[in-house]
Structure formats: structure tokens, C-alpha cells
């Protein structure tokens, strides 16, 4: 469908992406979710075609690309149907390294991001923890400063890439807790190398995303070189606020791509399959449910296009970005669930494509803030929005 966001610079890119992934990636990615990992050689070919650097600055070699670019990419990403892969890739080249870009200094980003852009060193974001995930004034992972270093203990939870990464951009207590129980003060964010001594980590088995490598990483009294702060001591907060916004309309880009992907199989089953005489496709009972699908994702789409719109404006659109994870990431589940049962028993089978669909579309729910918290930001927005008249018009 052509589209005001995306010109013929972007179509070409769009078609040069499609075929990488397809040569390179789709052929092999149902190995590496058996084996739990992206190779190393695989990172590497992202980095020399410039996809973990779309939005990084040219000075870290990256692209400087329009946010548009992004779009592209993720939902070229998505479409591979491999959520374990677009969760590794993601995780890397927008969530975790975006925190060098926004406010690491030269010497950090030199060190850290011109390394990550190439492929070369692979990065993991640790913010979760086994007694704190939405609620980020639980975090109790303490960093405490000892001459030139910091001493960190504490587990992170969850971590995607923990398992195979050379960083981790981790959020750290730093400073007391204040302004009551959901306080937000004392949190800074800090780059730990994965070789340093007393970094730790141990594989988790999810029930998708497979191939992200899934780790509890843990920090005994590890001495941490000070100038691994990111940014200023005891604004993390801040700048998880900031970098949250992108990782939800990342998350919604790569779940409009995996629906794609998602509907473009079930509509080729259908099509293909056979009962008592005809197609499965030409049963009205089925092409209404298609239908109904096709037409959630593509207000979806417009949903996504306009917040990346609305971000590459230099918006924050928080509550866009709350709704465009929320409606992307259950309508992935409700497609995956439907392909699942159109296919039968042939969607049962644990290699199926519906399965598998189903098994990543669940994370997506949870992870980068699940869907009682994105319904609490809009809501909440919702309901304080001044009265028609009373005031400069809230933005819709
Ligand atoms: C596959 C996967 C990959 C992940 N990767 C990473 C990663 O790379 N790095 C990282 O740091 N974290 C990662 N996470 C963790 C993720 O960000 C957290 O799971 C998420 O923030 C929720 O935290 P929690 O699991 O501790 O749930 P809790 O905070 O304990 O919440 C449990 C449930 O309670 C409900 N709930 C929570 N808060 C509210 C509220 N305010 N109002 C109403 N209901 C609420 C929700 O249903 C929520 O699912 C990942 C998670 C998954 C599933």
C-alpha cells in the first residue's frame, strides 16, 4: 500500500532488506532458535550493511537515517517471523545502545557504540530484576563509588542478549529512593563490561523469543571503571523515560511486521488447503475472520506510521507510543491464535509457523512494559486531558 510516510529511497531500502534477510537470515534462523543464539558471523553482517546503526550518529559510523528508515527496517525484521531474532537485533541496535547515543560521552561511545554499530561487540539492556520489573523504584541493584570505580552487586533478570553479550547498559541504584514509594530518584545507568570480574550469567529457557539468549545475569562486587556512567549520576530515571518511548514503538513496528508475515502464511495455507472439495479459502466463515484481521492491522500500521511520525516530529509521544504497543502487540496475539486454529491440527505442531507466532507474540505483551501499564498511561491521559474549551487543544 503506498504511503505518505515513505518515499522511493525508502521503498528501495525496504526491497534491499527484504532480500538480505531473506538470503541470509530466513534460511538459517530456525537453527539458531534451537541453539538459543544469533552467531557472531550473523551480527557481523548487520553491521557491514549498516542495519545497527540506522539512528546512530555518523561519527559512531552509524547512519543518521530518518526514523523512517527504522520503520523499515523493523518491519522487514518483524516480517521474518522469528521473534528471538527481532528481539536480539532490536534489543542491540535500539534499546541498549541508544542510552550511548542520547547522552554517552565520546570516550564512552568510542569504547562501546562504534563497536556495537560494526557488528563487532554485541549489547544487552539490564533493567529488570527478580524483585522489580514495572515498578523501577524496587530496582536494588547498588553501585557505589569507590575512588575511580563503581562496586556493583545485584541480579538482572531477564536480560535478552545476556547470554552472548560483550556490554551490559545497566540500571543501577545510586542514590536513595525519595518522594515516596514509587520514587524515581537515585537510579543511573552504567555500562559493564561482560568480562570484568564477577559478572556471572545463566541461560533461561522462555517459551518464545528463542535465539534471544535469555539470561540472569548477576554482579558480585564488580569493580566497574567510573567512566562507565552514562550520562549524569542519578538520572537514569530520566533517561529510562526517554528510551522507553522508543523501545514500545519499536516493540509495535516489529509486531506490524510479524503480523505481515503471520497473515501472508495462513493466507497460503488457506489457499492451499483442501477440505471436502474446496479451498479453505473460499469458506465465508474464514474469509470473514481474514478480513477482520486484515483490516485491525492495517488501522494498526497507520497507527505506528503516525506515532513514528509524531517521534521523528521531536515529539516524546508517550501516550501513542502506549497505544501502539498495546493494540500491536494483543492484535499479534488474537492473529497468531486465529492462524493457529485455521490451521488445524497442522497448527499444533510445535514447528508450525502459527505456533511459533503465537509463542513470540506472547512476550511482546510483557516485555518493554506489559499492557496494564500501557492501559494505565492512556488512561490516565485520557482521563486528565482538559475539558474541550478549557485550555490549548490536547493533542489526539
Ligand atoms: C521475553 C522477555 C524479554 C525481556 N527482555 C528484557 C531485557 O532485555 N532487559 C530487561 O531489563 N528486561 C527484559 N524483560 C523484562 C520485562 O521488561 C518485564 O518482564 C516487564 O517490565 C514486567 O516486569 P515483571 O516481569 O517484573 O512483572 P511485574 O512488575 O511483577 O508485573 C507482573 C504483572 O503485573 C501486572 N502489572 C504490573 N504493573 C502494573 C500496574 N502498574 N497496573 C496494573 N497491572 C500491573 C502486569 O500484568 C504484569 O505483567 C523481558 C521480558 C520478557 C518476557
Request: net charge neutral; charged share 20%; with cysteine.
Amino acid at each position: 500500500m503506498r504511503s505518505p510516510y515513505f518515499d522511493d529511497g525508502h521503498r528501495e531500502f525496504r526491497a534491499e532488506v527484504r532480500a538480505f534477510l531473506t538470503a541470509e537470515v530466513m534460511p538459517y534462523a530456525a537453527g539458531w532458535e534451537e541453539r538459543d543464539t544469533v552467531p557472531a558471523h550473523v551480527w557481523k553482517q548487520f553491521g557491514e550493511r549498516g542495519l545497527l546503526g540506522l539512528l546512530h550518529p555518523r561519527a559512531v559510523g552509524g547512519g543518521e537515517r530518518d526514523l523512517f528508515t527504522s520503520v523499515v527496517f523493523l518491519e522487514e525484521l518483524g516480517r521474518t517471523g522469528f521473534g528471538g531474532l527481532r528481539a536480539a537485533v532490536s534489543v542491540h541496535a535500539y534499546m541498549a545502545t541508544q542510552y550511548l547515543s542520547m547522552v554517552g560521552g565520546q570516550e564512552l561511545c568510542g569504547a562501546y557504540l562504534v563497536p556495537a554499530v560494526r557488528g563487532e561487540s554485541l549489547a544487552a539492556l539490564a533493567i529488570t530484576e527478580p524483585g522489580a520489573g514495572t515498578d523501577l523504584s524496587g530496582l536494588g541493584t547498588t553501585a557505589v563509588r569507590e575512588g575511580d570505580r563503581f562496586m556493583v552487586t545485584g541480579t538482572k533478570s531477564m536480560v535478552s542478549n545476556g547470554m552472548t553479550a560483550d556490554f551490559f547498559v545497566t540500571a543501577v541504584r545510586t542514590g536513595p529512593v525519595t518522594g515516596g514509594p514509587r520514587g524515581t530518584t537515585g537510579l543511573s545507568l552504567l555500562v559493564i563490561d561482560a568480562g570484568l570480574p564477577g559478572v556471572g550469567r545463566a541461560g533461561r529457557r522462555t517459551l518464545g523469543w528463542r535465539s534471544a539468549g535469555t539470561a540472569t545475569v548477576t554482579f558480585d562486587a564488580v569493580r566497574v571503571p567510573a567512566g562507565g556512567l552514562i550520562g549524569r549520576l542519578d538520572h537514569g530515571f530520566y533517561y529510562l523515560m526517554r528510551g522507553l518511548q522508543m523501545e514500545r514503538l519499536v516493540a509495535a513496528t516489529l509486531a506490524v511486521g510479524g503480523m505481515d508475515r503471520t497473515l501472508d502464511e495462513l493466507r497460503a495455507f488457506l489457499r492451499a488447503r483442501d477440505v471436502g472439495g474446496d479451498a479453505l479459502a473460499r469458506k465465508q466463515a474464514l474469509v470473514h475472520r481474514v478480513a477482520d484481521l486484515a483490516t485491525d492491522l492495517a488501522a494498526a500500521r497507520q497507527l505506528v506510521h503516525h506515532t513514528a511520525w509524531l517521534f521523528g516530529q521531536g515529539e516524546l509521544p508517550a501516550v501513542e507510543c502506549s497505544m501502539a504497543k498495546l493494540h500491536t502487540t494483543e492484535l499479534a496475539c488474537r492473529l497468531a491464535d486465529t492462524a493457529l486454529q485455521l490451521q488445524g491440527s497442522h497448527g499444533y505442531l510445535e514447528s508450525s509457523f502459527a505456533a511459533r507466532a503465537q509463542r513470540d507474540a506472547r512476550a511482546a505483551t510483557i516485555a518493554a512494559g506489559p499492557s496494564e501499564v500501557m492501559r494505565d498511561v492512556i488512561g490516565r491521559a485520557v482521563l486528565n486531558r482538559p475539558a474541550p474549551g478549557a485550555g490549548p487543544a490536547a493533542r489526539t
